[in-house]
C-alpha cells in the first residue's frame, strides 16, 4: 500500500508552493487507496512557532486535504532522535565540531560557492577536542563520509541507489546513484537543537513506515544524504516523487519571504478553495 506524507516546518505561513506540494501528496495517496500522513517538523526551537502548526492545519482543512491517523509532532518525539544520534555515535560514525559558520568560511577560504554546504571539517584533533571540551563550548555532530564508507564498504557505498518516479531539477529519473559527497559531512545534532532535518526526516519516513516520498524538488538533492542514513541505519529505502516547484509571475519559486501568496492571504481576498485546487491540479 503506497504510504505518503506532507511533513511542513511550521515556519510560517503556508503559501501556494506548499499547497500544490500537500495537493500532490495527498491525490497521490488517495488515488492509489493508500495513506495520507501529516507530520510537523518542529524541531527548530527558534524558528518554529505553534501558532504556525494551527494555520497548516487550517490551511489544509480549507483546501479539503484529509490525513490519516494523528499528526506526528516531532518535537514530541526527541528522545527517539537522541537514540538513533547515540548509535550512530556508538558506531563511530559522528564526530564533534565546535566551528562556526565563520571558522568553515575561513577554513574553505575562496572556493567555489557551495563549498560551505558540502563541507568536511573533520574532526578536530584529540588534545583541541578536549580542551574545547573542558571551556564548555558548545558542539554539534557531523555524519563522517570517510567513516561511513569505511563501515559501508566500497561495494556498498558505491551502489548506494534511490528510484526517483518524478524528477529531479535536470530531469533526472530511474534508479538514481546517490551521491552524499555533495552534502558534505551533515550536522545531524545541532548545537542549538537536539537532531537536524535529515536525521528526523529520515527516522520518521521508516518508523511511520512512508513508501513514496512525494515533495518539491527543492528537496532533491537532499536524497542522496537521506538514502546514505537510511542504509546506515538499516530504514527501508522509500520511493522518491520529487515534484516541479511552482512558479510565481515573476518566475521565481514561491518562498515563505513572498507573504503575499499565503494561503490567508488568498483566502481572505476571496479565492475559494475550489480556485485554488483548479489552478494547482497537479
Ligand atoms: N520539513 C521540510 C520542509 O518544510 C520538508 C521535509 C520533507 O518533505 O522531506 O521543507
Known amino acids: 500500500m503506497l504510504v505518503t506524507r506532507f511533513a511542513p516546518s511550521p515556519t510560517g505561513r503556508l503559501h501556494k508552493g506548499h499547497a500544490f506540494s500537500a495537493l500532490t501528496a495527498w491525490q497521490a495517496a488517495r488515488e492509489a487507496g493508500g495513506r495520507f500522513l501529516l507530520r510537523i517538523e518542529d524541531i527548530d526551537p527558534i524558528r518554529c512557532r505553534p501558532e504556525f502548526e494551527d494555520a497548516i492545519l487550517e490551511d489544509l482543512a480549507w483546501l479539503g486535504i484529509d490525513w490519516d491517523g494523528p499528526v506526528r509532532r516531532q518535537s514530541d518525539h526527541l528522545g527517539d532522535y537522541a537514540a538513533a544520534i547515540d548509535d550512530l555515535r556508538a558506531r563511530g560514525l559522528l564526530y564533534r565540531c565546535f566551528r562556526t559558520r565563520k571558522d568553515i568560511l575561513d577554513a574553505i577560504g575562496d572556493a567555489p560557492h557551495g563549498a560551505l554546504e558540502a563541507a568536511r571539517p573533520g574532526p578536530h584533533p584529540a588534545d583541541e577536542e578536549a580542551s574545547l571540551l573542558a571551556q564548555g563550548r558548545p558542539f554539534a555532530w557531523r555524519l563522517s563520509l570517510d567513516r561511513a564508507r569505511e563501515v559501508l564498504g566500497e561495494a556498498a557505498w558505491s551502489s548506494l541507489s534511490f528510484v526517483e518516479e518524478g524528477a529531479g531539477p535536470d530531469g533526472e529519473t530511474g534508479r538514481i546513484p546517490a551521491r552524499p559527497e555533495t552534502a558534505g559531512d551533515v550536522v545531524l545534532a545541532r548545537k542549538d537543537a537536539a537532531v537536524a532535518y535529515h536525521l528526523a526526516c529520515v527516522h520518521d519516513d ?56 499565503t494561503l490567508a492571504e488568498m483566502r481572505a481576498a476571496g479565492v475559494t478553495a475550489a480556485d485554488l485546487r483548479a489552478e494547482l491540479a497537479p
Open 206 to 261: 521508516a518508523l511511520q513506515g512512508v513508501t513514496h516520498v512525494i515533495r518539491g524538488q527543492d528537496l532533491f538533492e537532499a536524497t542522496h544524504i537521506q538514502v546514505l542514513i537510511q542504509t546506515l541505519m538499516g530504514w527501508p529505502i522509500p520511493t522518491y516523487r520529487h515534484h516541479r516547484l511552482l512558479t510565481g509571475p515573476d518566475g521565481r519559486r514561491y518562498a515563505k519571504r513572498d507573504q503575499s501568496v
